[in-house]
């Protein structure tokens, strides 16, 4: 399994990944209906587009995960249904946290095995919102690492952002 950053998004690349996204979604937020699935794909190609940083994970030439991160924001990770309970998520949010210091991220509440992932890796809840970030009602739990948590850095915590 390879694990690199996307220097060149080409519209082929972001099909793939949209195709990874869906399967990904559709095997874990099953609190969203298939019609909200399709609104959301909407917009997804272009947020693969504008994340400040895009990185693939890939086996044998095809997208088995991603992770998108903004500064130090992890603004989305998926898998490819077959790669959950491999590790690869953790890879992935170590790669992101060595290589651009990845230290806070969001998560849906009604997303327990993310969150247990997370907090595995040392992100504790810092605040909680009722509503996604379009208003939707999908509690939005917002986690920080831990100063000194063996899943990370011991990078220091930046506050209810």
Sequence with gaps: MEIREVEERSPLLIGRLLAVWESSVKATHLFLSSEE????????????????????????????????????????????????????GRRLLTYGMEHFGVNRLTVNEQNPLARGSYEHMGFRVCRRTETDEQGGPYPILYMELEENSDGGKGVPSRGNQ
Excluded: C, N, S, W
């Excluded at 895009?54 to 077959?82: C, K, W």
């Design 37 to 88: 699935i399709l609104k959301i794909k909407q917009v997804v190609p272009q947020a693969l587009y504008d994340v400040g940083h895009l990185v693939v994970a890939e086996e044998e030439g095809r997208p088995a995960g991603l992770m998108g991160v903004t500064g130090q924001q992890l603004e989305l990770l998926f898998l490819a249904p077959e790669q959950r309970g491999k590790g690869l």
